[in-house]
Nanobody, 120 residues
């Protein structure tokens, strides 16, 4: 069984910074992509950023230049450094990871979601 545990959310004023963390734990053979989605009330889910096992990254246009995704492969952990936060970044953020477990195929696993609120 695999579990993704997120931390680091909260409330911040516009222009502030937050760092989200997501650690994968369990019987893990390998992890390919790790990343973050977000969903604001009344809106669809949006890919914020992801990172491949070799470090190649992808970002949504709305966060380019402000957010940085990174990972620690030894710790099976992905981070999202969020700078210059705007009210429109307010959403529930969820991490995901594409994981291979023993005697099985690759599957996507998801964290429980963590709230980020940007407000003055």
């Amino acid at each position: 069984q695999v579990e993704l545990v997120e931390s680091g959310g909260g409330s911040v004023q516009p222009g502030g910074s937050l760092t989200l963390s997501c650690a994968a734990a369990g019987s893990i053979v390998s992890i390919s992509f790790m990343g973050w989605y977000r969903q604001a009330p009344g809106q669809g889910r949006e890919l914020v950023a992801n990172i491949a096992s070799d470090g190649v990254t992808t970002y949504a246009d709305s966060v380019k230049g402000r957010f940085t995704i990174s990972r620690d492969n030894a710790a099976n952990t992905v981070y999202l450094q969020m700078n210059s936060l705007k009210p429109e970044d307010t959403a529930a953020y969820s991490c995901y990871a594409d994981i291979l477990i023993p005697w099985s195929d690759w599957n996507d696993y998801w964290g429980q979601g963590i709230q980020v609120t940007v407000s003055s």
